[in-house]
């Protein structure tokens, strides 16, 4: 009978798992970033994020994964089981729109990647302006979301697992490289380079406090592979084992990473543009430095691309799935339950596709590309965090009543009492570290109002978007529709105003007539297009011949 159930299903192993998991958690451009804000002084905190945070969040979800392992929606699942449908409503929806900043910032990434391999450098600025780029990332995240329904678990697994080995191996080799060419003689670029420079020297500064939220951002998302629990064989055992193997993969990256990067790079005079173009500049360092030319920064190049790929893939699936596969219906309007003939939520697609055009308008705000990559990242370093804070709430909760659940047959931290005091400390950990993270960290005077203003208003937005969600569902359920026609056109009026104002922002009125300004008004055009259809996604009836909408 089991060999008959192996044959009709298709699991998937749970080394698989770990790398499809493994390319949504840490990547070289997390270490990259970080370095970006602390210099040497990263490899600390890392050091300490990875005994006091990395593995006991692990740990946790190894927990709580062998704990539900039957439930399909990952925190979703948790956190209704846990606190109730209503809490896990929120959680499912906060831990999903949170996502999709970083959905968009992968798609940059991907541009960035293509702008390397065509033009052999990091300038993307000389290349196109603000309103291409982002219309080109648009194009990326929106062929990419219509594609998913090609994405089954197969090819999910194929390329993640070649996006998440490829992307590790090509790490490794850089710290394997750097420790021959230290071997070598080779020069180190920072001085000095002893252990003093990796200590911090005002660690309880407000400045460098504010930087660990983005620390929080590149090490979590382990979680994301709780969805695919069902995929599994042994769920219960192996999932922790995948967990296990993400969290050695990820204090390797981390570690010897950024002291490689100490190497090449000097820790007290960084480049501007390091966390857009880090990456490719540690690549194309480390190969001319060995006489290989620029073939180990295309190779890297493809590399990178190959795995942001993958992150999309991931991202939009496994997200998406912990958001709807596991909410109570009565939270969402109808129109965000619909499923097509493969099961896919095709209008949850439509919303993530609004809400990602709206932040990458957003980010139009901000004067050159490299500010709006930059301001991407603080913005995860926010809103990451506090999506997080739901899986230890989540698990704090499973301590303080173990006895109405199941015993897992992975457990951390056998003693209840001492399992909630260690949820409490993360859940506090990272709420204060999420609380910083509005702080701009990477910002010129010229900037800092603008990033310090959208670091506000994105998630006061996600909130606002949140508790509509119930009040719609509500309205549409009493009246079989959320709003009548007026009330509909009326607040398309005012959204398409806003869109206008917002994206518009900073072009001049001279050019207006000619062929500069069109890739700002064509972005003003989308961003119009998309919050009509936001309006119309989330109010409309769904029944055809009706007149109120």
């Known amino acids: 009978m089991n060999n008959e159930l192996d044959e009709k299903n298709h699991y998937i192993p749970w080394f698989i798992i770990a790398l499809m998991d493994f390319v949504t958690v840490i990547g070289f451009d997390d270490i990259i970033y970080n370095f970006r804000n602390q210099g040497l002084v990263a490899l600390f905190t890392w050091v300490l994020m990875t005994f006091f945070y990395v593995i006991p969040y692990n740990l946790i979800v190894a927990h709580m994964g062998s704990t539900f392992s039957d439930e399909g929606g990952g925190i979703t699942s948790w956190m209704r089981r846990t606190n109730g449908d209503t809490v896990g409503y929120f959680a499912g929806w906060f831990y999903w729109i949170t996502e999709l900043p970083y959905v968009v910032d992968v798609a940059n990434s991907v541009i960035i990647s293509a702008g390397w391999i065509l033009n052999g450098d990091g300038n993307i600025q000389s290349h196109m302006g603000n309103a291409w780029f982002g219309i080109l990332s648009a194009f990326v995240f929106v062929v990419f979301i219509w594609l998913e329904h090609l994405f089954k678990n197969k090819s999910l697994e194929v390329m993640s697992t070649i996006g998440g080995i490829a992307m590790f191996g090509m790490t490794v080799m850089f710290v394997i490289m750097t420790f021959v060419g230290l071997k070598q003689g080779r020069p180190i670029a920072t001085h000095p380079f002893n252990l003093q420079a990796f200590m911090p020297k005002h660690f309880w500064s407000f400045r460098f406090l504010s930087t660990f939220g983005l620390f929080v951002f590149a090490m979590n998302g382990s979680e994301m592979a709780a969805p695919y629990t069902g995929n599994m064989k042994h769920p219960s055992r192996d999932f922790p084992k995948s967990l296990k193997m993400i969290a050695i993969m990820t204090m390797f990256l981390t570690l010897f990473g950024t002291f490689s990067l100490g190497v090449y790079f000097n820790a007290h005079h960084l480049p501007n543009d390091l966390k857009m173009n880090g ?22 190049t493809v590399t990178q691309l190959l795995y942001d790929l993958a992150q999309l893939a991931i991202l939009l699936d496994g997200s998406t799935r912990i958001f709807l596969a596991d909410v109570n219906k009565r939270f969402l309007p ?35 590309i490299n500010d709006i990559f930059n301001w991407l990242l603080d913005l995860n370093g926010i809103v990451s965090p506090f999506a997080t804070c739901f899986l230890f709430w989540a698990f704090m909760m499973l301590r303080r009543h173990s006895d109405q659940f199941k015993t897992p047959e992975y457990t951390y931290i056998k003693s209840d009492k001492l399992g909630f005091l260690v949820g409490l400390w993360m859940f506090g950990v990272t709420f204060i570290l999420a609380v910083m993270g509005f702080f701009p960290t990477d910002s010129d005077p010229k900037t800092f109002a603008t990033m310090l203003t959208l670091n506000f208003a994105v998630p006061a937005g996600m ?56 890739p700002k008004l064509a972005l003003v055009i989308v961003f119009d297009l998309l919050a009509v259809g936001l309006v119309l996604l989330i109010t409309r009836n769904g029944r055809k011949g009706v007149s109120a909408a």
Request: hydrophobic residues 50%; proline residues 3%.
């Open 334 to 368: 109808k129109q965000l339950t619909k499923k097509n003939s493969d099961g896919l939520p095709i209008n949850g697609y439509w919303l993530t596709t609004a809400i990602c055009g709206v932040i990458m308008a957003l980010g139009g705000l901000l004067p050159k």
């Open 279 to 300: 990456n490719y500049y540690a690549f194309q360092l480390i190969g001319h430095q060995f006489g290989l030319g620029n073939t180990l920064l295309y190779t890297f």
């Open 463 to 518: 909130i606002i978007l949140g508790f509509m969600m119930p009040w719609l569902a509500k309205r549409q359920q009493a009246r079989g529709a959320a709003f009548s026609v007026r009330g509909w056109q009326i607040i398309t009026v005012l959204l398409a105003i806003g869109a206008v104002a917002a994206v518009s922002y900073g072009i001049d009125v001279r050019l207006f007539a000619g062929l500069a300004a069109l």
